[in-house]
C-alpha cells in the first residue's frame, strides 16, 4: 500500500462543503453517537465544529478529540437527510479521515482490509470456491456487482439475485467499488477504483450491496447504478410462507442506500409484496456495522445494534432483511449471540424463495421454506 | 473575581493564542474545584480537553464565540446544587445548555466558565391524561414529549420550529414561539410548574399542577423566558390540550404584502383564529422557488400561509371564511389541500425558507423582530429600505398571525468582516424601527447577548434596574449566565 499524499490543515477540506453547516443543530437527535453520549462532540454539528477547528488551526492537529470522534462516527450519513441548509457530511467525513487515518495513523485492522480489498485476483479465485455466482464472458446485459467482500462470505446472494434476474452479466473480472477506501482514509483512491470498475463493468450496474451503490453512484453518476430492490421494482413475486401463513419479515436500511441514494421505498414495496411486513421503529436507523467500524470498534458497534436487536425480538418476526452484506453480518452475529430464533437473511435470498409469481402456498423453489442459515 | 478572558476566542486573530488561553483558564481553574467536580458527576462527565471544550463555544446563532474551561453534565438536580455551589463559592461562571439550537447566542460561554449540559437529564416522568398535563426532565425534546402526550390523544401546542432537537428546559427558559402562537399562544401559557436549581444551591418549586394558584409572585412566569439566568430548570410541568382531529393548510397569494396584510384583518374580523397564518415576502418566494421548484406563482409579491386545525366540519368552516376574506382582499389565488398529505405539500414552501436562503450565501443571520399585527406590511417595506440603504441582502418571512417577522440576511462568505458590520448596523436600524413601531426587539428568539445592546432601549432604564435588582436577588455572585440578560 503506498501512502497518499497527506494534506494539511488548510486544504484538507473542501471550503465550500464546510461553510455549508449553519450549525442549527437539527442533526443532533439523528445521530446514533449522540444518541449514546449526548456530548455535542460526538454529533454530526459538533464533529463539523472540530473539522472547522483543525482546518483553522485553533485545534492542535494531533488533538486527542479529533482522533477520537473522527474514529467514533459510524458514518452513516443520517444527518444528511435531516439537513436543512444541505451538508453534505459523507463526503466532509471522508476528506476528515483521508488526514486522521492517514497512513500509519490508520488502524491496523483496516489497513488489511484496504490491502486485502485491492488483491482482485483473490477475490476472483475465492468466489470461485466458494461458488459465487459468474456467466461466461460473452454475456451481455447490465452487469451484476460482485462484491469483494460479499462474493466470499455470501456466495449465494449473487446466485440468487442471478436466478432472479437471469439477464444480468456476471463477469468474473472486477474489481472492487473503492468505497471502503473512501469510507477509511483514502478518498483518492476510492474515486479511481470506482471509474475503473465502472469502466471494467459497460452500461447499468446492478449491486446488492447498497453501500457499494451508494458509492458507485456519487462516483460513476447515479443513471448507472441500480440496487437490487430498485431494479426489481416491477417484477412480480410469489409469496414466503411458514407452514400455513404468511412470513412475517421486517427491513433493516442499508444507511448509505437509504441516507445517499434515498433508496428505501423500494425494498419495503417488495417486501410487502412477499410476505407480511413489519416496520421496525428503529428500521432507518444504523445497525453498527458501519463498514470497517464493527471490526475497528467493536464495543461500541454492539451499543448501537443492542437496542436494535431488542426491537428485533419484540416484533414477532420470522425474517429481519438486510440490503447490504455488512449489515447481514452484523444481524446474524448479533442474533446468533442472543440465540434468537430470528433469521437475518439478504433480500436476493428471500425474494427467491418466494419465486416467481405463483399461486400462494406454492413456494418456487423447492420445498424448504427457511433460507440457509449462516455459511 | 470572576476572571475573564472577554469575548471572542476562535477567530483566526486569536488561533496562535488559543493553547496559551486554555493554559491559563486550566490554572484560574483551581485543581481542588475540578477535583470537587469530578467527584460530583464522575469522571466520564466531567470534559476538559481542548477539542472536547471548542464543541461547547457555539450554539445555532452566527458569530458569537466564548471557550469554555469545562463541560459538566449532570444526572439530577441535586447534582446540580452541588455544582452551583461550588461555583458560587469560586466565583465561576455556569452556562446552563439544552440542545445549543438558540439562536440569541443564549448558551455562548463567553466569559469562559462551565458549560452545564442538561442532556443526561432527559426522561420523561408522566403524562397525567385526567389532568391533561406531562412532567418531564430539563433534557427531554419538545418532540418526545409531543409524542409522550400524543399516545394519550393529547398534545402539547407550542412548535417552535427546534422542536425536534430543543429541549423542554431551553423551550421554558427561552419561552419558545412557533407557527401556533396566534391560536394557542406561547411557551408560557403552559408552563404550569418548574423546578429550579437557584445559583446559591437551594432547590424551589414553582407552580404545580394547578391552572388555578395565585399563592405568591408568579415566579414560574418570571423564570420562563430568563434565558438561565434566574436559576437552572431541572423539571417542567406543562399543560396539554386534545389533540384536534384533523389539521389543514393553505395558500394565497397577493400583488404586495400591504393587501396579504389586510386579508388578515379580514380573516380575524369574520370570527377565524387559524392555527397557522405565516407569511413570505417577495425575496423568500423568488429564492424557495429557485431552490425547490414548487411552482410557486412567479409573479406574487406575497404569499399566506394559513393552516387550522379542529373537527372537520369547522375546519371546513373556517377556509370557507378565509377563502372568502382573501379574496376580497383581491389575493391572485387562493389553493387549499384537500388532505394531509396537500397540507404537507403546501408548508413546504415555509419549511425550506431559511435552507433556501441560507444557499443563496455561506453565513446566514435570521433574526426576529415583532410589530403590532397592523403594522406587518410597513414593516416589512421599512426592512427592505434598510436593507437597501447598508446594501445587504435581506429577505423577510414570518408569523403574520402574530406580527412576528424573521428578518434574514445572507452574506457570500463568512469572513467579509465589512459586509457583517454593515448587516449589524442594518439590523440595529431593524429593531430600532421594530420599537418605533410599537414592537420589539425579539418575538421568541430571546435576548442573550445577541439582542443585549439593545434591550435598554426596548425595556427604559427604570425597567433595566430593576432587572439587574431581580437578577441580584436570584444570583448574589452573578456566576448564571454572565453577559446575557439581567447583566
Not at chain 1, 488489511?112 to 470456491?129: K, M, N, P, T, Y
Not at chain 1, 474489481?175 to 447499468?204: D, S, T, V, W
Not at chain 1, 428471500?350 to 423447492?366: F, I, S, T, V, W
Request: net charge neutral; aromatic share 4%.
Amino acid at each position: 500500500m503506498t501512502d497518499a499524499k497527506v494534506s494539511q490543515p488548510g486544504s484538507i477540506f473542501d471550503p465550500d462543503l464546510l461553510s455549508r453547516c449553519i450549525s442549527c443543530g437539527f442533526c443532533l437527535p439523528a445521530c446514533p453517537t449522540y444518541e449514546l453520549t449526548g456530548d455535542e462532540a460526538s454529533s454530526p454539528r459538533g464533529r463539523i465544529t472540530l473539522m472547522r477547528a483543525l482546518e483553522s488551526g485553533t485545534l492542535a492537529a494531533d488533538d486527542p478529540t479529533l482522533a477520537e470522534q473522527a474514529s467514533f462516527c459510524l458514518g452513516c450519513r443520517a444527518c444528511e437527510p435531516v439537513c436543512p441548509a444541505g451538508v453534505q457530511y459523507g463526503e466532509l467525513l471522508e476528506q476528515w479521515r483521508g488526514y486522521q487515518w492517514a497512513g500509519r495513523r490508520r488502524p491496523l485492522v483496516v489497513r488489511f482490509l484496504v490491502i486485502a480489498a485491492e488483491r482482485a485476483w483473490a477475490h476472483r479465485i475465492a468466489g470461485r470456491l466458494r461458488g459465487a455466482a459468474r456467466t461466461p464472458a460473452s454475456a451481455s446485459g447490465p452487469s451484476l456487482m460482485l462484491g469483494c467482500f460479499e462474493r466470499t462470505l455470501f456466495p449465494e446472494v449473487s446466485k440468487s439475485a442471478l436466478a432472479l434476474a437471469p439477464e444480468l452479466a456476471v463477469p468474473a473480472r472486477q474489481g472492487c467499488c473503492g468505497a471502503l477506501h473512501a469510507h477509511n482514509g483514502e478518498p483518492e483512491r476510492g474515486r479511481e477504483l470506482a471509474k475503473q470498475l465502472g469502466a471494467q463493468l459497460p452500461g447499468q450496474i446492478v449491486s446488492t450491496a447498497g453501500g457499494c451503490a451508494a458509492y458507485l453512484a456519487a462516483v460513476i453518476g447515479r443513471d448507472r447504478v441500480a440496487e437490487l430492490s430498485e431494479y426489481l421494482r416491477d417484477k412480480p413475486f410469489g409469496e414466503v410462507r411458514i407452514g400455513d401463513r404468511r412470513a412475517r419479515v421486517a427491513l433493516q436500511d442499508s444507511c448509505h442506500l437509504r441516507n445517499g441514494l434515498g433508496v428505501w421505498r423500494e425494498p419495503r414495496a417488495l417486501l410487502n409484496a412477499i410476505a407480511d411486513y413489519v416496520e421496525l421503529p428503529g428500521a432507518g436507523q444504523c445497525c453498527g456495522a458501519a463498514g470497517t467500524y464493527a471490526l475497528v470498534r467493536p464495543r461500541d458497534s454492539r451499543r448501537v445494534l443492542d437496542p436494535k436487536l431488542d426491537q428485533i425480538e419484540a416484533a414477532g418476526i420470522d425474517y429481519v432483511v438486510a440490503v447490504n452484506p455488512g449489515c447481514l453480518r452484523q444481524l446474524r452475529q448479533g442474533l446468533h449471540r442472543r440465540k434468537s430464533k430470528v433469521r437475518a437473511v439478504h433480500i436476493a435470498d428471500l425474494l427467491r424463495l418466494a419465486g416467481a409469481d405463483e399461486p400462494a402456498g406454492k413456494p418456487g423453489h423447492g420445498t424448504d421454506t427457511r433460507v440457509s442459515p449462516v455459511p | 473575581m470572576i476572571y475573564s478572558k472577554g469575548p471572542g476566542g476562535m477567530d483566526n486573530v486569536w488561533s496562535g493564542m488559543f493553547a496559551w488561553l486554555t493554559m491559563i483558564d486550566q490554572l484560574c481553574m483551581p485543581a481542588p474545584v475540578l477535583t470537587e467536580l469530578r467527584a460530583i458527576v464522575g469522571p466520564g462527565n466531567l470534559r476538559l480537553a481542548a477539542g472536547e471544550l471548542a464543541v461547547y463555544a457555539r450554539d445555532a446563532t452566527p458569530l458569537f464565540r466564548g471557550m469554555p474551561d469545562a463541560v459538566i453534565a449532570p444526572a439530577d438536580g441535586e447534582q446540580v446544587a452541588r455544582i452551583l455551589r461550588l461555583a458560587t463559592e469560586h466565583r465561576i461562571p455556569v452556562v446552563p445548555r439544552g440542545a445549543g439550537s438558540n439562536l440569541c447566542a443564549g448558551t455562548v460561554p463567553l466569559n469562559g466558565g462551565i458549560v452545564l449540559s442538561t442532556a443526561r437529564m432527559n426522561r420523561i416522568l408522566e403524562v397525567a391524561p385526567d389532568e391533561m398535563l406531562a412532567r418531564a426532565q430539563t433534557g427531554v425534546t419538545t418532540q418526545a414529549l409531543n409524542d409522550a402526550a400524543a399516545a394519550h390523544r393529547l398534545f402539547y401546542p407550542p412548535d417552535p420550529g427546534s422542536r425536534t432537537v430543543s429541549t423542554i428546559g431551553g423551550n421554558v427558559a427561552t419561552c419558545a414561539g412557533g407557527l401556533r402562537g396566534l391560536k394557542y399562544g406561547v411557551t408560557r401559557n403552559y408552563v404550569l410548574g418548574l423546578t429550579v436549581v437557584l445559583p446559591t444551591g437551594e432547590i424551589i418549586r414553582t407552580g404545580g399542577r394547578l391552572w388555578k394558584d395565585v399563592a405568591g409572585y408568579d415566579l414560574t412566569r418570571l423564570i420562563t423566558g430568563s434565558e438561565g439566568t434566574l436559576g437552572v430548570i431541572t423539571e417542567v410541568t406543562v399543560a396539554l390540550l386534545p389533540d384536534p382531529a384533523i389539521s389543514r393548510t393553505g395558500l394565497a397569494y397577493f400583488d404586495s404584502l400591504a393587501q396579504a396584510g389586510r386579508a388578515v384583518a379580514g380573516i380575524l374580523a369574520a370570527g377565524v383564529i387559524p392555527s397557522t397564518l405565516e407569511f413570505l415576502d417577495r425575496k423568500c418566494i423568488d429564492a424557495v422557488e429557485q431552490y425547490a421548484h414548487l411552482g410557486l406563482h412567479s409573479d406574487a409579491g406575497a404569499l399566506l400561509l394559513f393552516g387550522d386545525d379542529g373537527d372537520e366540519a369547522a375546519v371546513a368552516r373556517s377556509f370557507e371564511r378565509i377563502a372568502a376574506a382573501c379574496a376580497d382582499c383581491g389575493a391572485i389565488a387562493v389553493q387549499t389541500a384537500g388532505d394531509a398529505t396537500e397540507s404537507e405539500a403546501l408548508l413546504t414552501a415555509r419549511r425550506c425558507t431559511l435552507p433556501a436562503l441560507s444557499r443563496l450565501g455561506s453565513l446566514t443571520i435570521l433574526e426576529d423582530a415583532s410589530v403590532p399585527r397592523p403594522r406587518l406590511a410597513e414593516m416589512v417595506a421599512r426592512i427592505d429600505a434598510i436593507a437597501a440603504r447598508y446594501q445587504v441582502t435581506m429577505a423577510t418571512f414570518g408569523h403574520a398571525g402574530d406580527g412576528n417577522l424573521h428578518p434574514t440576511c445572507v452574506l457570500e462568505s463568512a469572513a467579509d468582516t465589512e459586509g457583517i458590520a454593515r448587516a449589524e448596523r442594518a439590523f440595529a436600524d431593524v429593531f430600532g424601527t421594530a420599537i418605533e413601531l410599537g414592537g420589539t426587539i425579539t418575538g421568541e428568539h430571546g435576548v442573550g447577548a445577541a439582542k443585549l445592546p439593545y434591550l435598554g432601549k426596548r425595556l427604559g432604564t427604570e425597567q433595566m434596574a430593576l432587572l439587574r435588582r431581580i437578577k441580584t436577588a436570584f444570583d448574589p455572585a452573578g456566576i448564571l449566565n454572565p453577559g446575557k440578560l439581567g447583566s
